[in-house]
Structure formats: structure tokens, C-alpha cells
Nanobody, 121 residues
Framework: QVQLVESGGGLVQPGGSLRLSCVAS????????MGWDRQAPGKQRELVAT???????NTVDSVKGRFTISRDNAKNTVYLQMSSLKPEDTAVYYC???????????????WGQGTQVTVSS
């Protein structure tokens, strides 16, 4: 069984920084894309940033220059370094990953349980 576990959320003042981490564990054969999306109250879920296994990055315009995605393939871990945080970044952040489990020949998208990020003074 594959699971994603996030950590690093919390309360931060505007202009502050946070680093989110997500570890994929279980019977994993390979991981392609890893990334983050978020959902703010009353808003649609939004894909924030993704990073492929060959280091192609895709970041939503609203966080460019402020958020940086990275991954450690040896640890099956993806990070989201968030800087210059704004109140509008407040949301539940979910880790996502396209994973081929050991028992499968296909990739499937998995999500973590989410971690709350609140930006407020």
C-alpha cells in the first residue's frame, strides 16, 4: 500500500516562510511526477507546483518567485519552500504523486491527507 504523508504546515505571519515536506512510502516501484496542490475555503483546488523525475518544473503564476519545489528521489520526498507568504496563500496543501506500485504496471495519482497553512498577522 502506498501513502503520502505531509508535514511542515502551520501559522505564519505575512512575509514569512514555511517549508512543507512529503514522504511517499509503501511498495513503490517508481515515482514520476511529485508536487503540491492546495484548496482554500470557498475556492477550487489549485495545482501549485509539480516536479517530474527528469526535473521539469511547473509552477502556478501566483507563486512564481516565492515558492520553490524540490525533491530527493533517494528518499521519495518532495519539498515546497514557501517564502514571502501572503494571506491569500492560506489553504490546505496536499502532496500529490504519480506512483507505480510494486504490484502494478500503471502509474496512479496519490494524494496526502493535507496540511494546513495559515498566513495571518
Amino acid at each position: 500500500q502506498v501513502q503520502l504523508v505531509e508535514s511542515g504546515g502551520g501559522l505564519v505571519q505575512p512575509g514569512g516562510s514555511l517549508r512543507l515536506s512529503c514522504v511517499a512510502s509503501g511498495s513503490i516501484r517508481s515515482i514520476a511526477r511529485m508536487g503540491w496542490d492546495r484548496q482554500a475555503p470557498g475556492k477550487q483546488r489549485e495545482l501549485v507546483a509539480t516536479l517530474t523525475s527528469d526535473n521539469i518544473t511547473n509552477t502556478v503564476d501566483s507563486v512564481k518567485g516565492r515558492f520553490t519545489i524540490s525533491r530527493d528521489n533517494a528518499k521519495n520526498t518532495v519539498y515546497l519552500q514557501m517564502s514571502s507568504l501572503k494571506p491569500e496563500d492560506t489553504a490546505v496543501y496536499y502532496c500529490i504523486a504519480d506512483i507505480k506500485a510494486s504490484s502494478s504496471i500503471y502509474y496512479r495519482t496519490y494524494w496526502g491527507q493535507g496540511t494546513q497553512v495559515t498566513v495571518s498577522s
